[in-house]
């Protein structure tokens, strides 16, 4: 499940994380929450394996300097897909 409605009463906060589990719950005691959705913390961990970001993920340095580093990787990594994903979008709505 990638995707789950404010109004769904299964969701935990290890689905979505706590800020789209409060506003479940808020909007579940009645309180005004702008209509919306979440994306699952699965949705985004699966975006990442498939557009080759886990690893850049899966070996943190312990260092600050190291960290920094691996933030540009991540960054560098991020932009690209970006780049990617523009291109495909500008290709299909010519098409």
Do not use: C, W
Request: charged share 20%; no cysteine; net charge positive.
């Amino acid at each position: 499940m990638y995707i789950v409605r404010y109004d769904d009463e299964s969701i935990t906060p290890s689905m979505v994380g706590s800020k789209g589990y409060y506003l479940t719950r808020l909007q579940g005691m009645g309180i005004m929450v702008p209509q919306g959705f979440i994306l699952t913390g699965r949705a985004f961990l699966d975006f990442l394996k498939a557009n080759g970001i886990v690893h850049i993920l899966s070996d943190m340095p312990d260092d600050i300097e190291g960290m920094r580093r691996k933030s540009n990787d991540v960054l560098e990594a991020f932009a690209k897909l970006l780049l990617i994903v523009g291109h495909q979008l500008k290709t299909k709505m010519v098409a």
